[in-house]
T-cell receptor, first 114, second 120 residues
Framework: KNQVEQSPQSLIILEGKNCTLQ??????????LRWYKQDTGRGPVSLTI?????NTKSNGRYTATLDADTKQSSLHITASQLSDSASYIC?????????????FGQGTILTVHP | GAVVSQHPSWVICKSGTSVKIECRSL??????MFWYRQFPKQSLMLMAT?????????EQGVEKDKFLINHASLTLSTLTVTSAHPEDSSFYIC????????????????FGPGTRLTVL
């Protein structure tokens, strides 16, 4: 069964600090992995998308890494801001006959305090 | 990036009534759109795949007669919750993919802002 698991479930940090969110997946065959940011009451917004050949990708203060061998990904947020408070969702897209089908992680709720 | 809109952004209705939610791709065409449901503090759950010009594909456990999907054009998909009940109260989100990037598997998905449905 295709699964995406994220940790921690929630995280509280102070403004200006860095943090790293984790994602483990068992989706097969693998097509690509995405990280989304979802503000409360809003739809998810894409941060990064990586195929198996991409080890790292940055989008401003967000840097995602991917280890396709261990099926792990991380999202590193640098110099956090209050506006970073949101749910961060790891999503894996399947290939093969399940092409394009997305498997969602449960999300990590990040709260940034002043 | 591409824009996907949803209308309405929120709706409150009485039990037993039907509610229609629209999903539009504003600056691109989408032959496929996806409908998700999200309960509080849970992740998105795929309900169905909307296909322009053909029938929608529903995920296991989703009642096709209750959640009617119509993909009438390349920019519009609608989800109608028929005979809504309080347990249908949820956050409904649509998404549309765009092919591109380094290969055909790199299709990006753009999500709408969501529709909050409350059934009294």
């Amino acid at each position: 069964k295709n699964q995406v698991e994220q940790s921690p479930q929630s995280l509280i940090i102070l403004e200006g600090k860095n943090c790293t969110l984790q994602c483990n997946y068992t989706v097969s065959p693998f097509s690509n992995l995405r990280w989304y940011k979802q503000d409360t009451g809003r739809g998810p917004v894409s941060l990064t998308i990586m195929t198996f050949s991409e080890n790292t990708k940055s989008n401003g203060r967000y840097t995602a890494t991917l280890d396709a061998d261990t099926k792990q990904s991380s999202l590193h947020i640098t110099a956090s801001q209050l506006s970073d408070s949101a749910s961060y969702i790891c999503v894996v897209s399947a290939g093969g006959t399940s092409y394009g089908k997305l498997t969602f992680g449960q999300g990590t709720i990040l709260t940034v305090h002043p | 990036g591409a824009v996907v809109s949803q209308h309405p952004s929120w709706v409150i209705c009485k039990s037993g009534t039907s509610v229609k939610i629209e999903c539009r791709s504003l600056d691109f065409q989408a032959t496929t759109m996806f409908w998700y449901r999200q309960f509080p503090k849970q992740s998105l759950m795929l309900m169905a795949t909307s296909n322009e010009g053909s029938k929608a594909t529903y995920e296991q456990g989703v009642e096709k007669d209750k959640f009617l999907i119509n993909h009438a054009s390349l920019t519009l998909s609608t989800l109608t919750v028929t005979s809504a009940h309080p347990e249908d109260s949820s956050f409904y989100i649509c998404s549309a993919p765009i092919a591109g990037g380094p290969g055909p598997s790199y299709n990006e998905q753009f999500f709408g802002p969501g529709t909050r449905l409350t059934v009294l």
